[in-house]
């Protein structure tokens, strides 16, 4: 069994900012495993936000997000964030945390094999 928990999700005006926790448990092995970030908003697709190698040393991040956005882990923890700042109405979505089980998924949605339940972000005008 592999557990992830978001936290952090909210309410917030346009501008602000919110920081996303996920806490990985379970039969897996953090260290070692690429994580991400997706977003759902109503009557849209899934897509992927951001993407984390199993060190921490390779990212990606989805244009409509980069420089207000950042993806950061800490294995010690079993735990990966999203810093995100300068929320604007559009990034309204529940948020996802996925597990995969190579060291870096980035954009390949197949490779990811671990859901979290999500977290709503509304950010409003």
């Known amino acids: 069994q592999v557990q992830l928990v978001e936290s952090g999700g909210g309410v917030v005006q346009a501008g602000g900012s919110l920081r996303l926790s996920c806490v990985a448990s379970?039969?897996?092995?953090?260290?070692?495993?690429?994580m991400g970030w997706f977003r759902q908003a109503p009557g849209k697709e899934r897509e992927i936000v951001a993407a984390?190698?199993?060190?921490?040393?390779?990212?990606h991040h989805a244009d409509s997000v980069k420089g207000r956005f950042t993806i950061s882990r800490d294995n010690s923890k079993n735990t990966i964030y999203l810093q995100m700042i300068n929320l604007k109405p559009e990034d309204t979505a529940v948020y996802y945390c996925?597990?995969?089980?190579?060291?870096?998924?980035?954009?390949?949605?197949?490779?990811?094999?671990?859901w979290g339940q999500g977290t709503q972000v509304t950010v409003s005008s």
């Open positions: 996925a597990h995969s089980g190579q060291r870096y998924a980035g954009t390949m949605t197949s490779l990811y094999d671990h």
């Open positions: 379970g039969r897996i092995s953090f260290d070692m495993s690429g």
């Open positions: 984390i190698s199993w060190s921490g040393g390779a990212t």
